[in-house]
């Protein structure tokens, strides 16, 4: 079976986001001022053939320890939908 799998990767909280701050600064500058706070992470979208969804999210969550996230600096999210053919 098909599965569209989401990674969603998200610097740690507790760690500076300079990227987040400069777009802060941006948006700012642009008079949006409302706007208190910014974290800039990645997107990533994943298609899966696995049995099951249970192994198309381990599969995911293999590839987000292993290459898709730091995990000294990210944390990730994972979403898994199947797909209909």
């Known amino acids: 079976m098909k599965y569209s799998v989401q990674v969603h990767v998200m610097p740690l909280k507790e760690l500076l986001d300079p990227q987040g701050k ?10 949006l001022g409302a706007v208190e706070d910014v974290r ?3 997107h990533i979208s994943l298609q899966v053939e ?8 381990s599969l995911a969550e293999e590839a987000s320890k292993k290459l898709l996230a730091n995990p000294v600096m990210e ?6 939908n199947a797909v209909n053919s």
């Open 22 to 31: 400069a777009v802060l600064g941006g948006l700012k500058n642009l008079g």
């Open 50 to 57: 696995a049995a099951s969804e249970a192994e198309a999210k």
């Open 40 to 42: 800039v992470g990645k």
């Open 75 to 80: 944390f990730y999210e994972i979403t898994v």
